[in-house]
């Protein structure tokens, strides 16, 4: 069977195509700078480099207008996203703890034990 395909409907499949080509590179292109990011903040945080930022509230006297609660808000935003990035470095460099040949074949033997007692009736 031949079908015929008018020139705007063909025009239309390759606008869509074309489209789609597009969409495609955008969504890729947006990933990787995404990844890149992503690689940027890890070896950021994973730094010793310690920032030092020093935000002082000066408190509010008759002259001068009273310190908002979204100030006092963020300042402590601040010191928790200071831990948290903290607890984060120390997560990113510290060594992975060693399994001793002890351990080892203590979870072998519980491994064993555990399947014997499944597998018993």
């Known amino acids: 069977m031949i079908r015929f395909i ?28 995404l990844r890149s990011r992503h690689r940027r903040l890890i070896s950021h945080l994973a730094r010793r480099e310690p920032a030092q930022i020093l935000v002082v509230p000066v408190p509010a006297t008759a002259g001068t207008d009273p310190i908002s609660p979204l100030t006092l808000l963020l300042l402590a935003l601040w010191h928790q996203a200071a831990l948290e990035r903290e607890a984060f470095r120390t997560w990113v460099t510290e060594e992975p703890a060693l399994v001793t040949t002890a351990e080892l074949q203590a979870r072998a033997a519980e491994a064993a034990s555990e399947a014997a007692r499944r597998d018993s009736p």
């Open 6 to 33: 008018r020139t705007s409907t063909l025009a239309g499949l390759l606008r869509t195509a074309a489209t789609a080509r597009h969409e495609a590179r955008t969504v890729r292109r947006e990933l990787t700078e």
